[in-house]
């Protein structure tokens, strides 16, 4: 029965465990220039409604690394650009390919590809989660820190998608997530809920420092994201105060790091200081999402390790 990835809480904690495991190993056979192309024969369709730097270098990257091919495919160059339903588009391109990938707007575009694809479905970003984004995130903490269990994430900025599969991951990795976001740009509540059920450890503040405070780590995104650009103005405004800077990164532990998905907007979201800091990890984090997707690759599209 073939399996997807569109939330994070789509593995169990055994299952992410194994996966960031594998990460760490196809990481090494990379690192030694050992060949590790399990995934000979299997072709990946990536389908990209947003544009993105990543994303796409990984998985293509990856794809090739593991003896495989990766489609790019812009919507537009796509029935789906014209028109032709979620559901066709699906039902034809499972035929043709061994898996799918797919960057969109609306969580539902990808949730309804999934369900009448007859191959394996990735989100690869949508409006609600980015679950390749946090298995990067996960891995780095891991390197950096050795484990997840009981380490304090604070977030600052947008509750967004990035921000909503920190508070679901919690679930499954028994990190604590602390978020400080502005009125009217909290994350929603049914993710709040959902983690919370599952036993995941979060809490909601409204004050920056109130939520760095003896982090272990200290995350943050663009405040202006691809869509959002109408609402510049609007959100620059929102956001004043809740700059990550060296004054706030200070309230954290000694030893923390600092995370960011990118791209990054220095100056608004992050100063030029902070991203460039001894505590900054964001390019670990950015190459740890070929490693990641990769060991996902090898999971979801039957390849043997």
Not at 267 to 286: L, M, R, Y
Request: glycine share 8%; hydrophobic share 40%; proline share 2%.
């Amino acid at each position: 029965m073939k399996k997807d990835l569109i939330s994070i809480l789509d593995l169990s904690e055994t299952e992410l465990n194994e996966l960031i495991a594998e990460a760490g190993r196809l990481k090494e056979q990379r690192r030694r220039n050992q060949s590790h192309k399990v995934l000979e024969g299997k072709n990946l369709a990536m389908i990209f409604e947003k544009s993105s730097t990543r994303t796409r270098i990984s998985f293509e990257v990856g794809m090739n690394e593991l003896g495989g091919n990766a489609l790019f495919l812009n919507a537009e160059d796509l029935q789906i650009g014209r028109g032709e339903e979620i559901r066709d588009t699906a039902r034809v391109t499972s035929r043709y390919v061994s898996g799918v990938m797919i960057r969109a707007y609306r969580h539902e575009t990808i949730t309804d590809f999934a369900r009448y694809s007859s191959v394996p479905v990735i989100n690869g970003l949508s409006d609600r989660e980015h679950p390749c984004q946090i298995l990067a995130d996960i891995l780095t903490i891991k390197e950096h820190r050795g484990y997840t269990r009981g380490v304090k994430v604070a977030w600052v900025g947008d509750g967004d998608n990035v921000c909503n599969s920190f508070i679901l991951a919690s679930a499954i990795t028994g990190m604590e997530v602390v978020v400080a976001s502005p009125a009217g740009y909290l994350p929603p509540e049914d993710i709040v809920s959902e983690a919370r059920a599952r036993g995941g450890g979060v809490q909601i503040v409204s004050e920056p420092k109130e939520a760095v405070m003896e982090a272990d780590v200290v995350v943050t995104d663009t405040w202006v994201s691809m869509g959002d650009e109408a609402e510049r103005e609007a959100r620059l405004k929102a956001f004043r105060g809740f700059s990550v800077t060296a004054e706030l990164m200070d309230h954290a532990a000694d030893d923390a790091i600092f995370m960011h998905c990118l791209p990054a907007h220095r100056g608004e979201e992050v100063t030029d200081e902070v991203i460039e800091s001894s505590q900054s990890v964001v390019f670990d984090e950015a190459e740890n999402r070929l490693h990641a997707q990769k060991a996902l690759l090898v999971r979801l599209l039957g390849g043997e390790g």
